[in-house]
C-alpha cells in the first residue's frame, strides 16, 4: 500500500475512532468485545483501502464497512451462542458520566434501555442518527433509500418514545 494512502488511512481513522467505536459498542456484548470488533472494523478498512473508489465520502464508506462487520459479528455470535448479546451503547455511557442532573441521567439510562430492544436494522439506523449523520449518509452507510430513512427515523423515534413512556 503506498505511503499516501497509508496516512489517508490513519488519518480517517483518528478523525473517525471514537464514532467507529460508539457503532461497534451497539453490537458487542462488553467494553472488551467491543474493542474486539473495533479492531476487526480497522483490519477490514485497511485491507480495503485500495478498492475505495470514492463514491461517497470516505466516512460513509467507512461506517459501511464497520456496520457490516458488527452485523456479520453479531450473527456468527447467535449462531454460535444461540444467545442474544446485551447491548453496551458507549455513546450513551459517555453521557452518563458528565455532571448531570439526576433526572437527566435517568432518562439516559431508560432511552438505553429501549435502544436495547430495537432489531438490528432499526438499531444501525438510530445509532448513525445519534452520531448526526445526514439521512443522505445514512442511506448511503445502509443502503436504505434517503426517504425510507427519514420515515424509519420518525417510526424509531416513535417506538423509543413509546418505550420511554411504558418504563416511567
Not at 461517497?56 to 459501511?64: A, N, Q, Y
Request: with cysteine; hydrophobic share 40%; glycine share 0%.
Amino acid at each position: 500500500m503506498s505511503k499516501e494512502l497509508e496516512n489517508r488511512f490513519l488519518t480517517a481513522v483518528e478523525n473517525n475512532q471514537h464514532k467507529l467505536l460508539r457503532i461497534c459498542s451497539v453490537y458487542a456484548k462488553d467494553t472488551e468485545e467491543s474493542k474486539d470488533l473495533f479492531q476487526e472494523v480497522l483490519i477490514q478498512i485497511w485491507k480495503s483501502m485500495p478498492s475505495f473508489k470514492a463514491k461517497s465520502t470516505l466516512e460513509t464508506w467507512m461506517f459501511r464497512i464497520a456496520l457490516n462487520v458488527c452485523l456479520r459479528f453479531r450473527s456468527n455470535h447467535i449462531k454460535k451462542k444461540n444467545q442474544f448479546i446485551s447491548i453496551d451503547h458507549q455513546f450513551m455511557a459517555d453521557i452518563e458520566h458528565e455532571p448531570a442532573v439526576d433526572e437527566r441521567r435517568e432518562q439516559l439510562r431508560m432511552l438505553k434501555n429501549c435502544i436495547k430492544k430495537l432489531n438490528d436494522a432499526d438499531k444501525a439506523v438510530i445509532t448513525l442518527y445519534l452520531e448526526e449523520l445526514s439521512y443522505k449518509e445514512i442511506s448511503n452507510v445502509t443502503g436504505l433509500v434517503e426517504n425510507t430513512v427519514a420515515v424509519k427515523i420518525k417510526r424509531i423515534k416513535k417506538k423509543l418514545l413509546n418505550c420511554i413512556k411504558e418504563v416511567s
